[in-house]
């Protein structure tokens, strides 16, 4: 079965950090950019950040430029947000999604034409 596993959501208070896990079952991801997602209640999912197969190429929503750093480990077929200096504003499910061979480089923010999501983790920030 191919799939996208998020973790690493939770509880933190304002200020705080967690790190996001994105892992890949049954196929790898050497060939798929990813994009992280987050949908607050009542609110449209917003792109995040974006990265592309290689890691050489980093996208991030203005929102989170500056606190929030993609990165991924191929070997361990998993991709990982940082997130630093969280704010209740952040507060939303964040998902992550596929991208075969990088197609949606230039059009990473909108939500259709990735090929897989995963089903999301909770982020709360919160006092």
């Known amino acids: 079965q191919l799939q996208l596993v998020e973790s690493g959501g939770g509880l933190v208070q304002p200020g705080g950090s967690l790190r996001l896990s994105c892992a890949a079952s049954?196929?790898?991801?050497?060939?798929?950019?990813i994009g992280w997602f987050r949908q607050a209640p009542g609110k449209e999912r917003e792109a995040v950040s974006y990265i592309s197969s290689s890691g050489g190429s980093l996208k991030y929503a203005d929102s989170v430029k500056g606190r929030f750093t993609i990165s991924r480990d191929n070997a361990k077929n998993t991709v990982y947000l940082q997130m630093n200096s969280l704010k209740p504003g952040d507060t939303a499910v964040y998902y992550c999604?596929?991208?075969?061979?990088?197609?949606?480089?230039?059009?990473?923010?909108?939500?259709?034409?990735?090929?897989?999501w995963g089903q999301g983790t909770q982020v709360t920030v919160s006092s």
């Open positions: 999604a596929a991208d075969r061979r990088n197609r949606l480089s230039y059009y990473w923010e909108q939500t259709t034409g990735y090929d897989y």
């Open positions: 049954g196929f790898t991801l050497d060939y798929y950019a």
